[in-house]
């Protein structure tokens, strides 16, 4: 079966100070990735999503960015952060299906609260 | 896409009543439907999807509707029960896209 991993679960991070957020997908090859972050009481922003190894689509332009060096590893970093990026960062993961041209279900991970002081 | 932010709706009912979260959706070319079940401090999980080649499906307590004329899409529990208590989420997705679109959410309280 198929799993999503994400860490760090909790963060409190100075201003100005780096981030990296990792998911890793098991049990599936050639999965979907996608970052979304959640504001308090609010609904989900698509902030990356990645169909391949290297390639990121980058949905809102922000403080944040995206790598995926693997296969089936997703990482949100920034150089320097703001106050503006604390909130709830959820990864996910889809199944490409043949002859589905559009998107599937995404299972999400658990989440990683970021707190940005 | 992105959703948009907004304070959430709530929808209030007692233990054992049926419960009704709607959604509106504005891409006409959309032919994919979630419902998402969110508890606090948790990701969203999995409730129950519908290709619009149908109009109603259910699950296991669930049924999603689906009317395609006005654009909404409707998601019904039946007996609910405090442990539904949760923020669920509709979204959309349209051929050609890897994304799926999500709704504002709607906050589901279950009193005793």
């Known amino acids: 079966s198929q799993t999503i991993h994400q860490w760090p679960a909790t963060l409190v991070q100075p201003v100005g100070s780096p981030l990296s957020l990792e998911c890793t997908v098991e049990?599936?090859?050639?999965?979907?990735l996608y970052w979304y972050r959640q504001a308090a009481g609010r609904g989900l922003q698509l902030l990356f999503y990645?169909?391949?190894?290297?390639?990121i689509s980058s949905e809102v332009p922000q403080n944040l960015s995206a790598s995926r060096p693997q296969d089936r590893q997703f990482i949100l970093s920034s150089k320097k952060l703001l106050l503006s990026d604390s909130g709830f960062y959820l990864c996910a993961w889809s199944a490409r299906l043949a002859g589905v041209s559009g998107a599937n279900v995404l299972t999400f991970g658990a989440g990683s609260r970021l707190t940005v002081l | 896409g992105e959703s948009v932010g907004l304070h959430l709706p709530t929808l209030s009912v007692q233990e054992g009543d049926n419960s009704i979260i709607n959604c509106a959706y504005s891409?006409?070319?959309?032919?994919?439907f979630i419902w998402y079940k969110q508890e606090s401090g948790k990701g969203p999980q999995f409730i129950i999807d519908?290709?619009?080649?149908?109009d109603k499906r259910q699950g296991q307590r669930v049924t999603v509707l689906l009317n395609k004329t006005v654009k909404h899409l409707s998601l019904q529990i039946a007996a609910t029960q405090p442990g539904d208590s949760a923020v669920y989420f509709c979204a959309e997705g349209s051929p050609g896209y890897s994304t799926l679109t999500f709704g504002k959410g709607t906050m589901l309280l279950v009193s005793p």
């Open positions: 990645s169909v391949g190894i290297g390639q």
């Open positions: 519908i290709r619009s080649n149908m």
């Open positions: 891409n006409s070319a959309s032919d994919y």
């Open positions: 049990g599936t090859s050639n999965p979907n």
